[in-house]
């Protein structure tokens, strides 16, 4: 009961009951995406994967692992063809779909590690595409399914209003992904489809592990994130994700939610006093 004796409606009830949600980027259990849809399973949602390719199997082997192992579907979110036979699957098995977390990125070998100024197009154009711009092939593939009841698009992100070292055209990307969020959310909200970014703190996943260096990056979080950081824990950032996957995140659009122990918000390493 609130104070004045009036029932209180924000309790008990799941944050994602009921919901039917979609989740990309599920690879390993160490996956951010598969914290994001054990905790959604965990929260009453629904959930399918998807994968593509070599990863396919790793992702099914990681799906058996969830509260209630799910199917994983076939798509490469790069092709249309691929995201339309999604949404085909999604229409026959449920009609609609509430929700979609897009954790998609790669870059390739010769993107990263500092190579910034030899990159050539084809390997930034690369990870552009696959990082960033599938963001609006996935929500423009999904929109059909959402748009009658609204829903929520959720992107993982890692902050790029700086530039990092060895991060290279993957924080480009990222600024990149941020910006189409920000315009998903122009063009996606006349159809009560909100649009927010994860900005997550470094966390220890396959993906984190093929960038060159990237133990000096979240070595980094050690001293100047007041909260600290554990790069093994990505409970916090899945709890984000389901929070802007549900309802209690309505009037939230365009946003990017950092979940990286505030070290975005400090201006200098935090260091303890001399002696």
């Known amino acids: 009961m609130g104070a004045t004796g009036a029932p209180n409606h924000y309790t008990l009830a799941m944050l994602l009951e009921g919901k039917k949600l979609l989740i990309t980027g599920v690879l390993t259990p160490q996956s951010i995406a598969f914290t994001a849809a054990k905790v959604a399973q965990e929260q009453g949602a629904e959930i399918l994967l998807t994968s593509f390719g070599k990863g396919a ?3 099914k082997r990681s799906a ?9 579907l076939e798509m490469d979110a790069n092709e249309v063809s691929h995201v339309e036979a999604v949404a085909d699957e999604i229409r026959s ?11 998609i990125a790669f870059a390739p070998g010769d993107a990263l590690g500092g190579n910034f100024l030899n990159t050539p197009w084809d390997s930034a154009s690369t990870a ?8 609006k092939t996935l ?7 959402m748009k009658e009841a609204g829903g929520s698009v959720v992107a993982m992100d890692f902050d790029a209003s700086v ?6 055209w993957m924080g480009v990307s990222k600024a990149a992904l941020e910006s189409i969020a920000r315009y998903l959310a122009r063009d996606l909200g006349p159809h009560n489809i909100r649009v927010n970014c994860v900005s997550a703190g470094p966390l220890r996943t396959m993906a984190a592990k093929s960038i060159p260096g990237f133990d000096v990056l979240s070595a980094a979080w050690a001293g100047r994130a007041p909260l600290t950081w554990d790069t093994s824990d ?3 950032v899945a709890r984000a994700v389901t929070f802007l996957l549900s309802d209690w995140s309505a009037g939230i659009t365009g946003e990017i939610l950092h979940v990286d122990g505030g070290y975005h918000a ?3 390493e935090l260091r303890p006093p001399a002696g």
């Open 128 to 135: 552009f595409q696959t990082s960033a711009f599938s963001l």
């Open 57 to 59: 199997a790793l992702t």
């Open 163 to 168: 530039a990092w070292p060895i991060y290279d």
């Open 266 to 268: 400090m201006g200098a």
């Open 139 to 145: 929500a423009v593939g999904l929109l059909p399914l």
């Open 93 to 103: 098995r449920w009609g609609s779909v509430d929700g979609v977390l897009h954790a």
């Open 234 to 236: 990505p409970e916090p």
């Open 64 to 72: 058996r692992r969830l509260p209630q192992p799910p199917e994983v």
